[in-house]
């Protein structure tokens, strides 16, 4: 459930690819069997385009990694994280229109 310019992310790659990044990265924390985490990845994907080479983007499946999620205390799927320095910088929880999205990654990214 990913593109091309959207990364999938686990405990193993986390800290390489997002904690050490050093380009803000957005990562959205989902589940195959969640709905709503299904419609948003068209948007995800179309972000990942738009912001190309600015911002890097990544899932993380909570089934698969659910130490990350617990980490970051994903309480509610879809969760989109933004992540500047290795430190969360902001925070969607749940759908929203894409400008919702591109807000708040102008705002890491500023």
């Given at each position: 459930?990913?593109?091309?310019?959207?990364?999938?992310?686990?405990?193993?790659?986390f800290?390489?690819?997002?904690?050490s990044?050093?380009?803000?990265?957005?990562?959205?924390?989902?589940?195959?069997?969640?709905?709503?985490?299904?419609?948003?990845a068209?948007?995800?994907?179309?972000?990942?385009?738009?912001?190309?080479?600015?911002?890097?983007?990544?899932?993380?499946?909570?089934?698969?990694?659910?130490?990350?999620?617990?980490?970051?205390?994903?309480?509610?799927?879809?969760?989109?994280?933004?992540?500047?320095?290795?430190?969360?910088?902001?925070?969607?929880?749940?759908?929203?229109?894409?400008?919702?999205?591109?807000?708040?990654?102008?705002?890491?990214?500023a």
């Amino acid at each position: 459930m990913s593109s091309a310019n959207v990364h999938n992310l686990s405990a193993s790659n986390f800290e390489g690819e997002v904690l050490s990044s050093s380009t803000p990265v957005l990562v959205d924390f989902w589940a195959e069997w969640c709905g709503p985490c299904k419609m948003l990845a068209p948007t995800i994907d179309e972000l990942a385009t738009e912001y190309l080479g600015k911002v890097k983007f990544g899932k993380v499946n909570i089934d698969n990694d659910q130490d990350l999620a617990v980490r970051y205390n994903i309480q509610s799927i879809p969760t989109v994280l933004l992540f500047k320095g290795g430190q969360v910088a902001g925070q969607i929880v749940g759908m929203g229109p894409k400008k919702k999205f591109k807000d708040a990654i102008d705002k890491v990214v500023a």
